[in-house]
């Protein structure tokens, strides 16, 4: 299968949300909203680790290798879907993060876990 999976929605008001990925595999994590709009790793570009601003906080993303995790205090101010985005193998190459004029592949992850602390 190629494509977005929705994992969960993390309700609005949510508070100490922390997304971990367990184990490696051909995944990546992603936000949208309800509208469809991506906030992190959406329509096919994987982000960088760092802060973003989503839903009303700041929230931190970050990929160490083939693991992501994603951590915001709260609360949030809307639902959000935590998706998980599929490509098979032999794609995984073509997936790229640009900065400036270098180029980056990145591989995916895959098992996770997710809770509200």
Sequence with gaps: MVGYVEATIIPEGARNIRVEEVAEANNYLAIRNDKGTYYLNGDWYIQWSG????????LEYRREGN????FTIGPIKEPLHLMV???P????SKLSQFSNQSMMSQTAVGTLRTSEL
């Excluded at 802060?51 to 700041?58: I, K, P, S």
């Excluded at 693991?67 to 994603?70: A, G, M, Q, R, Y």
């Excluded at 193998?89 to 995984?92: A, E, F, G, P």
């Design 51 to 58: 802060d973003y601003e989503v839903a009303g906080t700041v």
């Design 67 to 70: 693991k992501e995790s994603i």
């Design 85 to 87: 985005g599929h490509l």
């Design 89 to 92: 193998s032999y794609l995984i």
